[in-house]
């Protein structure tokens, strides 16, 4: 379970781990408390009581990044994708880009490497609920998993949900995040 939010010793979110590892590098002193959680959830033992952390601060880089895939991410099909339409190849503004999933969810498609693209707005809602054949639109690039030892893309660990306590830094996440699939 990852439920504790980590930043590195300049405050930037690099991650995530399991609670009982917080407390952990906190009982070592590797890690300080930045936030608890909200709701007033407690740890205890029989010597000591503390608040379940949420978000913590190590002081050296401990967070080894495992390489085994490239995290399913909004920044990493916005990378992927060279930030273009890949219809009409349209630059996109990372804040004006959509996800369009090639066949539409409601014809069965997934949310996967394969099956999503970046598109501009525009292509998006001439696509609509169809297939680019359905469409007559042209996929510009065929969307493939990229490999992982392709040093651009960002290596994030996946969340099961987000965290009130989180807030501050819900850009980080909503960027690095991996996707449901
Ligand atoms: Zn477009």
Not at 19 to 47: C, F, T, Y
Request: charged content about 30%; aromatic content about 10%; some cysteine.
């Amino acid at each position: 379970m990852a439920d504790v939010l980590v930043l590195d010793s300049n405050y930037r979110p690099v991650g995530f781990c399991s609670w009982d590892r917080a407390v952990k590098n906190i009982w070592e002193d590797r890690a300080d408390v930045i936030k608890e959680d909200e709701s007033g959830r407690k740890l205890h033992s029989p010597s000591f009581e503390m608040g379940m952390p949420r978000v913590i601060r190590v002081r050296n880089a401990w967070v080894k990044r495992k390489k085994l895939s490239v995290p399913f991410s909004r920044r990493n099909i916005y990378t992927r994708d060279g930030g273009e339409c890949q219809y009409c190849l349209k630059a996109l503004k990372t804040n004006d880009y959509t996800l369009d999933h090639v066949v539409p969810r409601c014809l069965g498609g997934i949310s996967s490497w394969t099956n999503l693209v970046l598109a501009c707005l525009r292509c998006n809602k001439k696509k609509a609920g169809m297939t680019p054949a359905q469409a007559g639109m042209k996929l510009m690039n065929k969307p493939v998993e990229p490999k992982v030892d392709d040093p651009k893309y960002n290596f994030k660990l996946h969340i099961n949900s987000m965290r009130p306590e989180w807030k501050e830094w819900e850009t980080w996440l909503y960027w690095n995040v991996e996707l449901e699939k």
